[in-house]
């Protein structure tokens, strides 16, 4: 079956853009988490879902940073007016439920000049 | 503030032999702690965890070990072969495995032929 996908792979952009990040998780999971991994470190946590709620959202570093899940499976990290300091690996991981092993996409590389 | 942490960024071991990887922790709160590894260019991918009330878990050529007194833990691959070559990420949670992972810094493994 296919695993946790994310799209784009790479984002270039501009400081001050808006960026939207996808994360298609595996069908059926209902837990739904994003971390950022900056250069050097290891995966951070951003947010966690529970179905199309956010159930913790204590990892957003500010009010630029937004995620949403409305029906419950695919999810969109947004960032607005970018900065050089978010540049790094956005990950997105899926679990069937908020205790189990969680399963990681392959990244989103943002880059922000 | 690290709560997780990876002191060794890296480590060579020849094919064959045994290799240790290191974690220590500072929350005693965490009591579900896990590796991933993770290759360039893919998410990362859980390898093995242990709960707090074992201080062994054994899969294959995997094992970890768990020192709570020590806040320490440690994962042996043996034997260890050239396709273990990757980052291996520590990572912790609490409430068994209900609360955020928290993640080390990562160890770079690479296995000699």
């Known amino acids: 079956g296919a695993g946790v996908s994310q799209t784009p792979s790479n984002k270039v952009t501009e400081k001050g853009k808006y960026v939207e990040l996808r994360c298609d998780p595996i069908s059926g999971h209902t837990a739904l988490y994003w971390y950022r991994q900056s250069l050097g470190q290891g995966p951070e946590f951003l947010i966690y879902?529970?179905?199309?709620?956010?159930?913790?959202d204590s990892g957003l570093p500010n009010d630029r940073f937004f995620a949403v899940r409305p029906e419950g499976s695919v999810s969109t990290l947004k960032i607005q007016r970018t900065e050089r300091g978010d540049s790094a690996v956005y990950l997105c991981?899926?679990?069937?439920?908020?205790?189990?092993?969680?399963?990681f996409g392959p990244g989103t590389r943002l880059t922000v000049l | 503030d690290q709560q997780v942490k990876q002191n060794s960024p890296s480590l060579s071991v020849q094919e064959g032999r045994i290799s240790i990887l290191n974690c220590d922790y500072t929350n005693s709160m965490f009591d579900y702690f896990l590796w991933y590894k993770k290759y360039p260019a893919e998410g990362p991918t859980f390898l093995i965890s242990?709960?707090?009330?074992?201080d062994k878990n054994e899969d294959g050529r995997f094992t970890v070990f768990l020192n709570k007194s020590a806040k320490h833990l440690s994962l042996h691959i043996v034997p260890s072969q050239p396709g273990d070559s990757a980052v291996y990420f520590c990572a912790a949670s609490s409430n068994s495995g209900n609360t955020p992972l928290v993640f080390g810094k990562g160890t770079r493994l690479s296995v000699i032929a």
């Open positions: 242990i709960s707090s009330i074992k």
């Open positions: 879902f529970q179905g199309t709620g956010a159930a913790d």
């Open positions: 991981a899926s679990s069937v439920d908020k205790d189990n092993e969680q399963f």
